[in-house]
């Protein structure tokens, strides 16, 4: 068992280093830092390599921008705790080398060459292992092959070490089962449902005074969101479209270009049964023909699925030869054969025919209008660009684009919140959510190809709206929350006669039953809370929500359903889950007892050094 793990986990972490080879991250934007600063610190007798440290917050720093889609600086990877787990990560993994150098775990150079042979990107286009790309693709990576081989020689070491310290752990049975056994419970229960109709008499309008009072005591739902002021300038597609003529040589140019779109032939639903020789598929054939067999027969006699005889839709030359010919020789669903497919002799079976279908060029034509004057006015702005960069890196303003270029100038009270116009575009609300006062105004594109610039003008803080501005508002919502209350009364009466011994269904209401819900499975939300708050069958809750009250009963607490496989899958996740936590616990506690066992000093010139590379 050790040795199947072991050699699992230094497979493993070949894969990693490679991956991150492959990726290019290796030594990309990493200068040499030279003369005597060669490590940010040591842990007992293992260096933390400079360069090593160096490549770890370039891997870091890429991962980031690939998962957020946006650069992350250095100031941001360090403010959000980045920096810190890259070096607490490699500190740990300096503890683990020195703890296999102290205790003398090593691969031999067998197992070192067997993991370079099997890496992909150093193999040739024969399949086999190719020097050239191996010393090619290290140094691309600013790598030496004794520096790699001693990196998957360490790397797998201190994987060996790991897989023995985790091989013991076993699944958390007991906590799985819990907290699976806490998700996936199921409840019964009772309802009645009061809303307007319920109540004796209407609510009332507010009085001036309780509008007030519920203004004072509701503040934040009256409160407006921050609001960013901000000019912008922009020109889309959309304004260019007046300005251009459509050009019939383009439209007709792209006809032709997009024509398998526009004209498509005859497309049948086949599926396609081929046999080792003619004779077996004569007699196949012979068989369904003579209604002693079908297809889906044959099909199941040839040990197939269906799945794995579907061609799917397919044109008379996308089969091909007479074969083809047969096929779209038939008048409707049926089967024809035998017939010699690219593959062998083969019956075939239509289940469906998809009618040509041609689309003119003259019907087409106001569509291909559209798309190619888009497409001419996104070129034109972009071959505006370069000027209107120029004229802002000149001083230009906002203001001065407007006037003296196609763009346009607006202003907007912007929330973070979607809206129409500019504030429509993703591109847009990302700019302005990040604008800070006294940034300098650069040209961005949009979504469709257009561009802005923008400003921020002012920042306004989150401010209670005057009451006249919102009267109407909190008058609504004080009949809604007067409504809530008075039905709220009327079924905490309800409990209390539930509670003296009478039965829920003579209580003059209607009565819902909801058998064997899931956590989530009653809305509103509150209501589904409340049910799997009560702790026995029988219990009671009221229960306010929006424009009505419901008195609940919980009627019965049920297991998981052993029949259901999303259940199933959650037990097995959740398990999979707690194993790989602990694992990682188990891992974090072992790394830092070794680094307190070996001791562990850090360079902070050597650190601040490494930083500076990034600022």
Known sequence: MSKSVGKQA????????????????????????????????????EKIAVDSYARALRRELNAQQAATGRVVGFAEAEAGGLVDQVRARLIGDAALDNETRRIGISVGDARVAQEVLE?????????????????????????????????????????????????????????????????????????????????????????????????????????????????????TPEMMLDRIEPDEALLRELYEDRIDEFVQPERRLVERLVFPTEEEAAAAMAAITAGESTFDAAVEARGLRLSD??????????????????????????????????????IFRVNGILAARETSFEDAREALVDESIRDRAA???????????????????????AAETEMELGRIDFTGEP???????????????????????????????????????????PALRPLDQVRAEVAADWRAAEMRARLGRQAAALAGRVATGEAFDALGHPVETEAALSRGGLTPPALGEALFDMAAPGETRVVTAGEGAWLIRLDAILPPDPDDLAAGFLRETIAAQAAQGMAQDLYGY?????????????????????HAQFR
């Open 10 to 45: 230094s497979r493993a972490a070949v894969w990693v280093l490679m991956g991150l080879l492959i990726l290019g991250l290796g030594g990309f934007g990493i200068s040499n830092f030279g003369g005597s600063i060669d490590a940010i610190g040591t842990v007992g007798k």
């Open 119 to 235: 890496v992909p990107a150093f193999q040739g286009t024969d399949g086999q292992f190719n020097r050239e790309n191996y010393r090619f693709v290290l140094q691309q990576n600013g790598l030496t092959v004794a520096q790699f081989e001693a990196q998957i020689r360490k790397d797998t070491a201190r994987s060996l070490l790991q897989a023995g310290v985790m091989a013991g752990l076993g699944e958390p049975e007991t906590y799985a089962d819990t907290l699976y056994n806490f998700i996936a419970e199921r409840r019964s229960a009772s309802l009645i449902r009061l809303d307007a109709a319920a109540l004796d008499a209407p609510v009332p309008d507010p009085t001036e005074a309780e509008i007030a009072a519920y203004y004072q005591a509701n503040p934040a739902a009256y409160t407006a969101p921050s609001i960013r002021q901000i000019t912008y300038a922009w020109l």
């Open 309 to 346: 005889v579907d061609l799917g839709d397919v044109t008379e030359h996308g089969i091909g030869g007479a074969a083809g010919a047969a096929v779209f020789a038939l008048d409707g669903p049926g089967v024809t054969g035998p017939h010699l497919s690219d593959i062998g002799p083969a």
């Open 379 to 401: 070129r034109m702005i972009g071959d505006l660009v370069n000027d209107y960069d120029d004229r802002l890196a000149a001083g230009a303003t906002l203001e001065d684009l």
């Open 419 to 461: 809206a129409d116009g500019i504030a429509a575009y993703e591109s847009f609300r990302d700019a302005a959510a990040d604008l800070a006062a006294g940034d300098f105004p650069e040209l961005l594109e949009l979504e469709d190809g257009g561009i802005f610039a923008l400003r921020l003008d002012a920042d306004l803080p």
């Open 590 to 610: 072992f790394a830092q007892e070794l680094v307190n066992a070996a001791g562990l000093t850090l360079d902070q010139s050597a650190l601040n050094a490494v």
